[in-house]
């Protein structure tokens, strides 16, 4: 098997300043990347990441100098606010971790693997403080904290705390209004901007983050009873499909479904128009060119089917999707594991209503099928266990059906690997 070597890089512009050592450690992780495409598939990038690190472990913070970086957390939305904050941005000069590769080595290895001058990087919420710290950002967008992973990112009070502490003095937060523990912890930032987008879950925001009393919420609004912990005015505010700004009102058209998606392209212009100073009509009107990220939303014809893959991971997110779910009423494969980064208690399921499923054709795979099986039957929804591959599921229903496939991390990660090699 050939593998083509990258050209040695000829360092210019924010990287021409870097030692002898970082730039072999670049390089390696470079070639370590080739490598891993040609012989495993995949972005390689975590790969070239490590192998950064190994060789050079101050090469993150080197590469990042001089550089213009955004980054992007948050529980639900981060990949997609990236992919569409990169397209807000209008450039070809913009690298990001559009695999979504957001560790210590994801982002190490798109550091390796780009000359951009200006960075827009995706960072998991457990993972800012180093973010943070290695990249030294002009920019952070705070999308939403909340459960997610319950055997790593259990606590969301200690993650807000978290972000508290590291976002002290940071420049700018581009920051969603109406989430407390967002909005705590960007207070510790120089500036902010406040985007009001909405929330349809608050069940991980009735405890404030601030004094430990109690938030209420209604559809508009948010206080803490017990000290002075409240929604900010936005600067930036959605209603329904159009943003409002300091003397503008601008239409969102998109072709990612659901509010949710229309409350990360809000954040994601507010982003490229406070951080790179794009006009923001010209922001939003690029954001229709978006209609995947990292094959979420991908339609793809399988075996007979068109098929639409939808990531949900958590139940923030599910509440989202169940919501898209209810406007058709096609065939719904449903795929569910507890492996590695889907966190292993599968919990909570109990804190999602499916009821919105029944009467519906829904399948069930993945290897905690049985979980998922028991939760839809006690909200009155049949749905039928079909073990093996995403193929095996469709096979069940009539050829020409457009089907909906679900699933959390790694089952949709194999279900994208399935249908891309057919």
């Known amino acids: 098997m050939a593998v083509t070597r990258p050209a040695h890089p000829r360092e210019h512009g924010p990287l021409a300043g870097v030692g002898g050592r ?19 598939g995949g972005s390689g990038t975590v790969i070239g990441g490590r192998v950064l690190q190994a060789a050079a472990p101050a090469a993150v913070s080197t590469l990042a100098a001089g550089r213009h970086t ?32 957001n560790t210590g080595a994801g982002i190490a290895g798109t550091l390796a693997t780009t000359d951009a001058s200006r960075l827009v990087l995706e960072t998991d919420e457990g993972w ?12 952070v967008v705070l999308a939403n904290l909340s459960r997610d992973q319950l055997s ?3 606590e969301v009070g200690a993650l807000a705390a978290g972000w508290r502490s590291v976002l002290a003095g940071a420049p700018t937060v581009v920051a969603n209004a109406d989430d407390p523990a967002v909005v705590w912890a960007a207070l510790s930032a120089r500036a902010q901007v ?43 505010w959605l209603a329904d499909d159009v943003l409002h700004g300091p003397g503008v009102r601008i239409p969102l058209r998109l072709d990612l479904p659901g509010h949710f998606n229309r409350a990360n392209a809000a954040l994601a212009v507010v ?27 991908e339609r793809v014809h399988y075996r007979g089917h068109d098929l639409r893959l939808l990531l949900a ?23 569910f594991n507890a492996d590695g980064v889907d966190g292993r208690d599968p919990s909570w399921l109990y804190d999602v209503s499916f009821a919105s499923l029944r009467g519906r054709r829904v399948l069930v795979q993945g290897r905690r099928a049985t979980d998922l099986l028991v939760r839809l039957e006690l909200d009155g929804v049949e749905a039928l266990h079909v073990p093996g591959s995403l193929a095996e599921a469709v096979w069940r229903l009539p050829a020409g ?22």
């Open 22 to 40: 970082v730039r072999l450690a670049r390089y390696a992780a470079r070639l370590s990347t080739v490598v891993s495409r040609t012989v495993r």
């Open 70 to 101: 955004t980054l992007v957390t948050g529980t639900n939305g981060k990949t997609s606010i990236a992919a569409l904050t990169v397209a807000a941005l209008g450039s070809a000069d913009v690298g990001s971790n559009r695999d979504g590769a």
């Open 128 to 139: 800012l403080a180093w973010a943070v710290r290695e990249t030294r950002p002009e920019l």
């Open 152 to 154: 790593r990112h259990h």
């Open 194 to 236: 406040w985007v009001g987008v909405g929330s349809r879950w608050h069940d991980d925001s009735q405890v404030c983050p601030s004094c430990g009393g109690r938030c209420l919420a209604d559809a508009s609004d948010w206080r803490c009873t017990s000290c002075h912990l409240r929604r900010p005015e936005p600067t930036w």
């Open 271 to 297: 982003a490229a128009v406070t951080g790179a100073g794009v006009a923001p009509e010209d922001a939003a009107a690029r954001l229709g060119e978006v209609r995947s990220v990292a094959g979420r939303y």
């Open 313 to 335: 991971k958590n139940p923030a997110g599910w509440l989202e999707l169940l919501d898209v779910l209810a406007s058709d009423s096609r065939p719904v494969v449903l795929l």
């Open 401 to 422: 059906h457009e089907v909906d496939v679900v699933g959390n991390y790694t089952a949709f990660q194999r279900a994208l690997r399935e249908v891309r090699r057919a």
